[in-house]
Structure formats: structure tokens, C-alpha cells
């Protein structure tokens, strides 16, 4: 049984730092590309960052682009999200998603077989 498991949100401070967490089970974790998506309130679904297998495809939404990196380690079966200068627009459930297929596109929630139950990121200005 494939489980995604999200940590690390919280209330912070806009300008303020928070390191996401995605802890993978029951995949071979180095065969999948991993994703984060983000639904804010009122808001739709929104492609946030992606990782490929090996680490060297890391498309951004421009949004985030400066402020945020993803990041994975295959040996914890764990994708990170670490998210710098927050703003209270960057306020949403954050998801991770899973992906075993080639080339798809990281933007389409369609493209992933598997998803985690969020975490809770709020920016306060």
C-alpha cells in the first residue's frame, strides 16, 4: 500500500522560512518523479515545484521561483520542500504527489498515481 506522509507545516511570519517534508512507503521511490502541489483557500489546485528521478529537473511555478527548493533524498524515500520568504499568498494545504511515468508534464495533477493528505502551511503578514 503506497502511502505519501506530509510534515512541516505551520503558522509562520511573512519573510519567515519552513522546510516541507514527504515521507514515501510502499513505492520504489527512486523510480518516481515527485511533486508539490498547493490549494489555497477559495483558490484551484496549483502545480508548486517537481523533482525528477535523479534530481536534475526541478521545474517551478514562477511564483515561487528564488524562494523555494525542492529536493529529494532516495536513501529516506523522503522529498523536501523548502520555502523561504514566504508571503501570505503562499498560504494553502501543500500536497505531494507521485509519478511513475517519462516525461510528463509536472503541471497536471492528472500525471500522478498518488497523493499524500497535506500539510498546512499559513503565512501571517
Known amino acids: 500500500q503506497v502511502q505519501l506522509v506530509e510534515s512541516g507545516g505551520g503558522l509562520v511570519q511573512a519573510g519567515g522560512s519552513l522546510r516541507l517534508s514527504c515521507a514515501a512507503s510502499?513505492?520504489?521511490?527512486?523510480?518516481?518523479?515527485m511533486t508539490w502541489f498547493r490549494q489555497g483557500p477559495g483558490k484551484e489546485r496549483e502545480f508548486v515545484a517537481g523533482?525528477?528521478?535523479?534530481?536534475?529537473?526541478?521545474p517551478y511555478v514562477d511564483s515561487v521561483k528564488g524562494r523555494f527548493s525542492i529536493s529529494r533524498d532516495n536513501a529516506k524515500n523522503e522529498v523536501y520542500l523548502q520555502m523561504n520568504s514566504l508571503k501570505p499568498e503562499d498560504t494553502a494545504l501543500y500536497y505531494c504527489?507521485?509519478?511513475?511515468?517519462?516525461?510528463?508534464?509536472?503541471?497536471?495533477?492528472?500525471?500522478?498515481?498518488?497523493w499524500g493528505q497535506g500539510t498546512q502551511v499559513t503565512v501571517s503578514s
Open positions: 504527489a507521485a509519478s511513475p511515468r517519462l516525461g510528463i508534464d509536472y503541471s497536471d495533477a492528472l500525471s500522478y498515481d498518488y
Open positions: 510502499g513505492l520504489t521511490f527512486s523510480a518516481y518523479i
Open positions: 523533482i525528477n528521478w535523479t534530481g536534475n529537473e526541478t
